[in-house]
């Protein structure tokens, strides 16, 4: 009996075996394609940003011409 109950339990379940490895696959382009964009706005922004956290970093320390 639970034979028979398990083999109806599985015609009516759906295959989630061909689903995990696409998610797998999106979640993989996803975080490639993040990383790209942080990656170009580090290099464009950079030195920008060095520089503002430089003087950040002056202004907190004490050097208060930096202000």
Do not use: K, N, Q, W
Request: glycine share 12%.
């Amino acid at each position: 009996m639970v034979t028979y109950l398990s083999a109806l339990i599985a015609l009516h379940l759906p295959v989630r075996d061909e689903e995990r490895g696409a998610s797998a696959v999106e979640y993989g382009l996803l975080i490639a394609g993040i990383a790209a964009i942080i990656a170009v706005a580090v290099f464009a922004f950079g030195d920008t940003l060095s520089g503002l956290f430089d003087s950040t970093g002056d202004c907190v320390g004490g050097d208060r011409t930096a202000c």
